[in-house]
């Protein structure tokens, strides 16, 4: 049973518009969530994080915005750039102390298109 | 300074070969984790170390597959009498003080 969703496996954008990936988790305790970038042939890249106890968390083209009732958090990317095509996993982290392990979802193939 | 790196980059065996995947991590890293990616498929956990403490092995889809971290550093991911499933991308990440995980580049290991 996957706790965490990606629900759109690809995405086209046109460059310089916005880039809104979503995901949906199943979890109500998962309590932070993090965003990571894939190229081909590369591993995952960390790309920014929130918890649970924000609503937004911004860092430069990137923000992520959380709502919680909603189990539901998406990444924008604007403006969107051809450099920015890559697949974007979503992950959560279980609670419980000490536990450091994320599940992840199936991630989202972005492509921008110049 | 130097990120997660992981040897070989690319491995071909035989069905029914063993196989050995090396990750070093970022160093300071104390916590180790593997997970593998097959197509079209997410990340899936398989082990994670922390420190001296014992690893959890709870994501090891059979027994076939192993892990050892010695040193508190190198691990090694050893899967016995490989089989056609076992094709993937098998990823290393390393974390230290945050939750953030850094992921070296992968394996990809193809069993035919």
């Known amino acids: 049973d996957q706790q965490v969703k990606q629900n759109s496996p690809s995405l086209s954008v046109q460059e310089g518009r916005i880039s809104i990936l979503n995901c949906d988790y199943t979890?109500?305790?998962?309590?932070?969530f993090l965003w990571y970038k894939k190229y081909p042939a590369e591993g995952p890249t960390f790309l920014i994080s929130?918890?649970?106890?924000?609503d937004k968390n911004e860092d430069g083209r990137f923000t992520v915005f959380l709502n919680k009732s909603a189990k539901h958090l998406s990444l924008h990317i604007v403006p969107s750039q051809p450099g920015d095509s890559a697949v974007y996993f979503c992950?959560?982290?279980?609670?419980?102390?000490?536990?450091?392990?994320?599940?992840f979802g199936k991630g989202t193939k972005l492509s921008v298109i110049p | 300074g130097a990120g997660v790196s992981q040897s070989p980059s690319n491995k071909v065996t035989e069905k029914g070969k063993d196989v050995e995947l090396r990750c070093d991590p970022i160093s300071g890293h104390t916590a180790l984790y593997w997970y593998r990616q097959s197509l079209g498929q997410g990340l899936e956990f398989l082990i994670y170390?922390?420190?001296?403490?014992?690893?959890?092995k709870s994501g090891l889809p059979s027994d076939r597959f192993s892990a050892e971290r010695t040193g508190g550093s190198v691990s090694t991911l050893t899967i016995q009498r490989t089989q056609q499933e076992d094709s993937a991308v098998y990823l290393c990440?390393?974390?230290?003080?945050?939750?953030?995980?850094?992921f070296g580049p992968g394996t990809r290991l193809t069993v035919t």
């Open positions: 990440a390393s974390r230290g003080a945050g939750y953030e995980q850094y």
């Open positions: 979890n109500s305790m998962f309590d932070y």
């Open positions: 929130i918890s649970s106890i924000k």
């Open positions: 170390f922390q420190g001296n403490s014992a690893p959890d």
């Open positions: 992950a959560a982290r279980p609670p419980g102390a000490g536990s450091y392990q994320l599940t």
